[in-house]
């Protein structure tokens, strides 16, 4: 059967105020326009569609992933259009966008992503984001099913099934969120069987000190706790039960101090050891049973880190598993794939969704500031449906001279 290309409403126009709308809000044309400027990505000459209009389409795809491609880009160079007095532009066909695509490349977006996402929460007014100062931040990974084509394949591999093979090739990503806000600040997308560290270890560049970074049983080798700890973060770790931990020194509060080393010979030669602390705990299940947790962390001290606010502090890292289910379910709405069928462009398409992602969780960060509310309190669906209601309409802002040059300065 075949399908019915799906469209936006009659008349809208995504980005007719773009420097007044939320997606220029948070990332300035003047800042995108530098970056493409600096990676030699920026349109030459005025065009009906720049390069300008291509980042922020890349964006607004995913806002609206049960529209076209060409009913999206349309309202994205319209707006550019208008806010700088030209007129507005004939359609574009899908082969021309595809070609602006493929010409703007992956790492525009993702130069964007380093230069303006950052997290959002200030220990005033949202001391829920914080334990004792520190910033909560949680790293993790997931899959990401894209379009079966041979390109796909090749550059990110099936994963194995019963059968096999499954049905799509796959991606995987890993990402470093803020906690209390959600707001994803760093993220890295890989092939598919590459080691989970490869494709986590690149945002360590967004560690820092002030920072407590959760993380589950990947994450616990030797290397990797180096690595991470050198940033100045402090960590909280889950580790396997079965990990070499001896005590060391017991702790009043149940926890230990204990020391991990690069191997064997290290150990018994007691050289390179890094010293960490080691909380053990117990959750009830619905079933009666219990699920054990083993935790490292490199805050040694049981008295200015307490076993049991590091226990309650470390169930925090599910907070990054919400935002998996906000990326997937309520920016994509359920779609199985992403669109894009070459391994550049989905770099891209990724790289536009976690752009898209960060800039519905900025608007919640507005509002939730403005009225000293948690941002749990707020619903990400709502206003991403917000958002989806609102960018199109252009009746709010009149096309005046002034704003048209406040629009494009």
Known sequence: MA???????????????????????????????????????????????????????CMALSLYPEASYEAVFSVVAQGLAWAEGRPEPSPVNKSSISELRSKLGAE?????MAAACVPLADPAHHPHAFYRGLRLVAIDGSNIDLPDEVENVTAFGYPGSRTGQAGYPQAQCAVLVECGTHALFAA????????????????????HAGMLCLADRGFNGYAHWQAARATGADLLWRCAHN??????????????????????????????????????Y?????????????????????????????AACYHARWQVEAVFDELKTHLQQGRRTLRSKTPELVRQ??????LAHYAVRWLMHQVASAHRSR????????HVQLLRRTQPRSGAFPPRAGSRKALVS
């Open 188 to 207: 890295h997308l890989g092939p598919y069987r590459s080691a989970e560290w490869a494709i986590c270890q690149p945002l360590l560049a967004n560690l």
């Open 282 to 310: 117990s959750l009830p299940k619905l079933d009666g049973a219990a699920i054990r947790y083993r935790l490292m962390t490199t805050l040694l001290s049981a008295e200015a880190a307490p076993a049991a606010e590091l």
């Open 108 to 112: 525009p977006l993702q130069a964007l």
């Open 349 to 354: 398409e990724f790289y536009g969704w976690v």
């Open 243 to 280: 990990r070499r931990l001896p005590v060391v020194t017991a702790l009043p509060d149940g926890s230990y101090l204990s020391v991990i080393y690069p191997d064997d010979k290290a150990r018994r030669q007691d050289m390179d050891g890094i010293p960490v602390r080691v909380i053990e």
């Open 3 to 57: 399908r019915t290309k799906a469209v936006l409403s009659s008349g809208a126009r995504l980005s007719d105020h773009l420097s007044a709308s939320l997606l220029a809000r948070v990332y300035p044309a003047p800042l995108i326009n530098q970056i493409l400027d600096q990676q030699g990505r920026n349109s030459q000459r005025i065009r009906s569609f720049p390069a300008l209009a291509g980042v922020y389409y």
């Open 375 to 382: 941002h749990d309190d707020l619903s990400f669906v709502g």
